[in-house]
């Protein structure tokens, strides 16, 4: 069983999930780890990631993926300030380096991460899911930045992506972003890439890009990783082996009509990380996340992980966002990373997994 079963873990103290509770559930072998102290552009010292390193082999597991080491806007943004983030962005994959990092994931979606109108959803079963309602993401992007931020203030807990002093200046962004079409931010990705890779080969760390999360442009924002063509043109933009995907089945998969097995089968050897999510599609374009098992969602759990399991996988793997189950709710549980539906994901993908190499083996036996 080559590929390695991850779990993202928001750190000591900010994470209700502990790393003895990630230890009981079997098949977890790699922590999915960041500082999230950080701003984007801040260089990850080694004394701060010697701390979070003895925490997390106290308990016998690996830290190779970062998710993420978030990309200043003057990146995204083309500014000629750019060039000292990307200074400070090299000297954290060096430090990330010497404890043995392979992976960092990073997403390279203007202003908003993940973006959601309801965190606490019903599912009707008596669980919570992210949900997104598409009506609610017109117009006016305050309101909506307003309802994720009130988690923020509320629960005391900040979510990675929505920080709250690049969120207090949201109009300042907008306005920053303003010339920034689809093909500028195409480019600006190129050269932050390009400016990478002799790093990242020095030091053997792969950049995974996540994908545009939902993958279509929001707010008049432009959003480039979203469809097998724009990952074909990404991958062959930067045609370097530390030049990497984290495909993630969710993002890519709240539009029905992306086939995520068939971009595994055909860039296997490019994806380093793996997101395993499951999506729930209404007619009316809102969708729902879902439980990992197959027939919860419409986004073909099985049949990606066969993909993976065919082409010999040997990256990363995570369950993605779950519901959040029980006693889970606003507060006590981080929205999407709760303990219980992921652990129940785990099993449910490594079990269809075990499944595959059985076939397999008694496939070679004849
Ligand atoms: C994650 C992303 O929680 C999530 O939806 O999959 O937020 C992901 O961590 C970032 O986009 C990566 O930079
Ligand atoms: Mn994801």
Redesign the pocket.
Same mark, same amino acid.
């Given at each position: 069983m080559p590929m390695k079963m991850g779990w993202r873990w928001y750190g000591e103290g900010n994470d209700p999930v502990t790393l003895s509770d990630i230890k009981q559930i079997p098949g977890v072998t790699s922590i999915v780890w960041a500082l999230h102290n950080k701003m984007p552009g801040e260089i990850w010292e080694i004394d701060e990631i010697q701390k979070v390193a003895d925490q997390i082999h106290a308990y016998g597991f690996d830290m190779d993926v970062v998710? @993420?080491v978030?990309v200043h806007d003057d990146i995204k943004i083309g500014l000629p300030t750019r060039d000292k983030y990307i200074e400070n962005y090299k000297q954290c994959i060096r430090n990330l380096s010497k404890f043995g990092v392979k992976v960092i994931? &990073?997403?390279f979606?203007p202003i908003f991460?993940?973006t959601r109108t309801d965190l606490f959803h019903p599912v009707g079963d008596g669980s919570t899911a992210l949900f997104y309602e598409k009506d609610k993401i017109k117009g006016d992007y305050k309101s909506m930045a307003e309802y994720i931020m009130s988690f923020t203030e509320k629960y005391n807990m900040t979510f990675?992506?929505w920080e709250p002093e690049r969120m207090a200046k949201l109009d300042e962004l907008f306005k920053a972003y303003a010339p920034v079409t689809k093909e500028k931010l195409w480019e600006n990705l190129k050269y932050f890439l390009e400016a990478l890779m002799p790093t990242c080969r020095e030091c053997d760390i792969k950049m995974a890009i996540?994908m545009d999360?939902p993958p279509w442009d929001i707010f008049g924002l432009p959003r480039l990783l979203v469809d097998a063509e724009s990952i074909d043109r990404f991958l062959s933009m930067v045609d370097d082996e530390y030049n990497c995907l984290?495909l993630?089945s969710g @993002?890519l998969n709240a539009n029905p009509n992306n086939n995520v097995a068939e971009i595994v089968r055909k860039h296997c050897d490019r994806i380093a990380f793996a997101?395993i999510r499951n999506i729930h599609h209404f007619p009316n374009g809102d969708f729902s996340e879902a439980a990992h098992r197959d027939c919860c969602g419409e986004t073909g759990i099985i049949e990606i992980l066969r993909a993976y399991h065919d082409c010999g996988f040997e990256g990363y793997i995570r369950p993605?966002?779950g519901r959040q189950l029980w006693e889970e709710g606003p507060g006590s549980c981080r929205p999407? &990373?709760g303990k219980y539906d992921r652990a129940l994901g785990i099993q449910y993908m490594l079990g269809v997994w075990d499944l595959l190499d059985r076939l397999d083996e008694e496939k070679k036996k004849g």
């Open positions: 998710e @993420s978030n994931c &990073y997403n979606m991460d993940w990675p992506g996540h999360d984290t993630c @993002s997101h993605d966002h999407g &990373y």
